[in-house]
């Protein structure tokens, strides 16, 4: 039987220090979590914290909570929250086929055009669906051109390798309206040391695309995906480096950041269409749908509460990039932009009564150095949020501590498991917790620390001490 230990505030010293932002009720840090954040050489001011039972009117801790900070991944609940609230948990996305010319028989005799409205979940098996749709509206053979119609979000310039220097990495990949398969490849390696080879394999499977495969190697497998040096451009990858033996099979996710969304799309169209038994030979490029346009047929996402809970459970940055777009286009009816999204979340939080002076939104996602938000504009927004509509689907798109998604490894012997709903949050010199815990006491809090320092790395022991603190007395 596990045996509580008694935990008590440290509230004098840390008011004398001045980093408690005062309020009804409000306290400084427990004890556990200072000692936490003084082991990982995290001072205090770096740390917003507020912790809110949700039917109180005041909050039980709010420390330095008025500072903006960057709040990581942590960002997606604002997204998702708002989403849910202003286009409802069963709104779904329409992806539509259009047909442009004459139709003799199964020979269309013209353009098919496909409209995007921004589906973050347009995955294979669901295009290939939509793919069926369209040869069961009677079209087998396209002898004009497939045209894309992005135009839900307005054209920009993207940089893949703006935030890290990396574009190969999935989380990458810039939004679109017409996003298809998180415009990522999945490569599978098997090596054969009988044959002395390694088979490469892609999904989704792609028309006219070559793979160069690595050489097998023996040895330890070691740093494995840095060995075989990548090289992805629009007619192939290649693998000009090894692959070890001792691996065994593996995948590895890359984003072909010199593909155009359209290059991308229209490659695995081409082959897609193939598989389902239509012909094609034309070409696949940007436009919009004409006036003389006949819709063919139209496919519906999964809805909006099964996308926000991949969004929050497995900290999905391109699907929660393509949510903040939705919002700007379904609430202001205009071609969606950042900027656009991120007006529509200040304007739903100011209708709430929150301050969200210290919001700074670039992507939604929190995969950014600039976004920002303080910790007690997020502690406010999570007790609204339990007190809404929507917040059976919200709560439940967060990792169960313990349990799932990013929170799955967390705390597992500790008597919070189980029982807190958790979102993290993790970039370089930042980690954050947002979320709730359900108390020993009965009682539901809100939780959110955000730390930005050097040494923030060092800060998952203050995190899980506050939560199991929250647990055990709240």
């Not at 629009?234 to 090894?242: D, E, K, L, P, Y």
């Not at 001792?246 to 995948?251: L, R, V, Y």
Request: proline residues 5%.
């Amino acid at each position: 039987m596990r045996i509580t230990r008694h935990l008590f505030l440290l509230f004098p010293l840390l008011i004398s220090c001045g980093v408690v932002t005062l309020h009804a009720h409000a306290a400084g840090l427990p004890l556990p979590v200072a000692a936490a954040l003084k082991q990982g050489g995290i001072p205090s001011d770096a740390v917003g914290t507020y912790v809110q039972e949700v039917s109180a009117a005041a909050p039980l801790i709010a420390v330095n909570s008025a500072s903006g900070l960057n709040p990581a991944s942590t960002m997606k609940l604002v997204t998702s929250n708002a989403a849910l609230d202003l286009l409802g948990p069963t709104f779904a996305w329409k992806t539509q086929a259009y047909a442009t010319g004459t139709q003799v028989g199964d020979v269309l005799n013209g353009d098919l055009i496909i409209k995007g409205s921004g589906d973050p979940k347009l995955v294979t098996e669901k295009f290939w669906q939509f793919l069926r749709q369209i040869r069961a509206a009677g079209i087998r053979e396209i002898r004009g051109n497939l045209i894309l119609d992005h135009s839900a979000f307005e054209a920009s310039s993207y940089d893949a390798a703006s935030f890290d220097g990396d574009p190969l990495k999935p989380y990458n990949a810039g939004p679109d309206a017409l996003l298809l398969n998180y415009k990522a490849f999945a490569f599978h390696f098997l090596p054969d040391p009988g044959r002395g080879l390694v088979t490469v394999t892609v999904d989704p499977p792609l028309a006219a695309y070559t793979i160069k495969a690595p050489v097998l190697s023996d040895g330890a497998c070691v740093d494995w995906q840095a060995r075989l040096l990548p090289a992805l451009d629009r007619n192939g990858a290649g693998f000009t480096g090894s692959f070890p033996a001792a691996c065994g099979e593996k995948t590895w996710y890359l984003h072909p950041y010199l593909m155009t969304h359209a290059e991308y799309f229209g490659t695995v169209f081409r082959q897609l269409w193939t598989d389902v038994g239509g012909v094609f030979k034309g070409t696949a490029s940007n436009g919009v749908v004409t006036p003389d346009a006949r819709l063919v047929t139209e496919w519906q996402s999964a809805t909006l509460s099964e996308v926000v809970r991949d969004i929050n459970k497995y900290s999905n940055n391109v699907m929660a990039r393509q949510l903040l777009l939705t919002m700007a286009s379904d609430v202001l009816k205009l071609p969606a932009t950042p900027e656009r999204g991120a007006r529509v979340i200040k304007s739903w939080l100011a209708g709430k009564g929150i301050d969200a002076s210290q919001l700074v939104i670039e992507n939604g996602s929190g995969l950014s150095r600039i976004e920002r938000i303080s910790a007690n504009a997020m502690g406010r927004m999570l007790v609204a949020a339990f007190q809404s509509p929507v917040m059976p689907e919200f709560m439940s798109s967060l990792p169960l501590v313990g349990y799932d998604g990013t929170m799955r490894k967390r705390l597992l012997t500790q008597t919070v498991a189980g029982r807190a709903h958790i979102k993290t949050g993790s970039l370089t010199d930042v980690r954050a917790v947002a979320g709730y815990v359900l108390a020993a006491s009965g009682k539901r809090y809100a939780v959110v620390c955000i730390i930005n320092h050097a040494n923030a790395g060092s800060g998952q022991a203050a995190h899980d001490a506050l939560l199991q603190w929250v647990y055990e007395n709240g």
